[in-house]
């Protein structure tokens, strides 16, 4: 019983104080999507003062059981909608509301003065448990889509670091899963227990340690994916695409922009005079390429030559792919075996 209280209490006021510290935006980035991280760890930490109230015996108060209910059924649209603006923070808050819709339909069910079915009962057993799998999948999708999507306007889309927040999805369904082996598993639960408190402390870690999701601004963000995703009406004439493909071109060959590793589609769009959108349609209509080819494609052609020339200079593999531009070796390696058909260094033993 203290055990279980003592760690309860820790989970609760360690969770209690990541919130505060995401509701006031402590890292500095991502401050929309992190006031609802900041509300699913706040509603997080009253699941852990729920069970820290039973395992204390205190008086049923039909108030603070609704809302620690109401807390424990919006964790996960609380972090669904986190997940949903750190990938696209232009989007409006109303457009998420009816994510709690359920939620609140739930919490009337349990002020009803009616004894309610057994269905209803279990629905509301195991609800918890539903939305984990429903927002668990629905997180990592959006996750999966965003990486494709960093393709179309980053040449490092690998070197954008996505893995806190595939962390904290983690650790969010370690979290989810321990709670349904202890509900199943009444015996277990003190051997389990801690594991909260482990999973806790990896969860604020991951959450300070964020960093930006898009390599640009907030303000560019919602141009940007109009610009990549549109498959829509021509943009400009054939005449326009092959001169500016032409002006492109020569940019490439005499000033070398690629070899700049933070290279995105928004500077290069501003080196060559055209709009986000225009670069797109120019690449996608008259080099049939996106971004992160046409870009890599021209960084690829750089390290041939280094490799090439390497009996002279005497570059590592590792400096020949930074010099390239690259700032990410698995980009240099997938995209140098995609180009050229082997790995430099095969293509090294080759040329030699």
């Given at each position: ?18 919130s ?13 999507a ?25 008086p ?9 209910e ?13 997940i ?7 989007q ?49 999708v ?15 889309p ?11 999805w ?8 321990i ?10 639960s ?20 964020q ?69 797109s ?27 090439k ?38 293509y ?5």
């Open positions: 019983m203290v055990y279980q209280a003592l760690i309860y209490g820790l989970c609760g006021g360690s969770l209690l104080l990541l505060l510290l995401l509701l006031s935006n402590l890292p500095k980035v991502n401050k929309r992190n006031l609802f991280l900041g509300i699913c760890t706040f509603f997080l930490c009253s699941v852990f003062v729920q069970l820290l109230l039973e395992n204390s015996n205190y049923e108060n039909v108030m603070l059981l609704a809302f620690l109401f807390g424990r059924w919006a964790i996960f649209p609380c972090f669904f909608i986190a949903q603006l750190y990938l696209s923070p232009d409006p808050y109303k457009k998420y509301a009816i994510h709690f819709v359920p939620t609140l339909i739930l919490v009337s069910l349990l002020w009803s003065p009616y004894t309610l079915p057994d269905v209803l009962r279990y629905v509301i057993r195991y609800f918890l448990y539903g939305q984990l799998l429903v927002y668990g999948v629905w997180s990592y959006l996750l999966y889509k965003h990486r494709l999507l960093l393709k179309a306007f980053s040449t490092s690998r070197a954008i670091d996505l893995r806190w927040i595939m962390n904290i983690w650790v969010i369904l370690f979290l989810g899963i709670s349904l082996v202890t509900r199943l598993f009444h015996s277990v003190l051997l389990v227990d801690s594991l909260y408190l482990v999973g806790i402390l990896f969860f604020s870690y991951y959450a300070l340690l960093t930006a999701i898009y390599p640009v601004s907030d303000e560019q963000v919602p141009v940007i994916k109009a610009a990549v995703l549109s498959k829509d009406k021509e943009r400009l004439t054939m005449e326009q695409v092959q001169f500016f493909k032409e002006r492109l071109q020569d940019l490439m060959d005499k000033d070398q922009p690629y070899l700049d590793p933070l290279l995105s589609l928004p500077h290069l769009a501003e080196r060559i005079g055209l709009s986000i959108h225009e670069l349609y120019v690449l996608n209509t008259g080099i049939d390429s996106n971004f992160y080819q046409f870009i890599n494609g021209y960084r690829v052609r750089y390290a041939q030559q280094l490799l020339g390497n009996i002279l200079n005497g570059y590592s593999i590792q400096e020949i792919s930074i010099r390239s531009g690259f700032n990410s070796k698995t980009t240099f390696y997938s995209s140098f075996k995609q180009e050229v058909g082997m790995t430099p260094k095969q090294l033993l080759k040329v030699k």
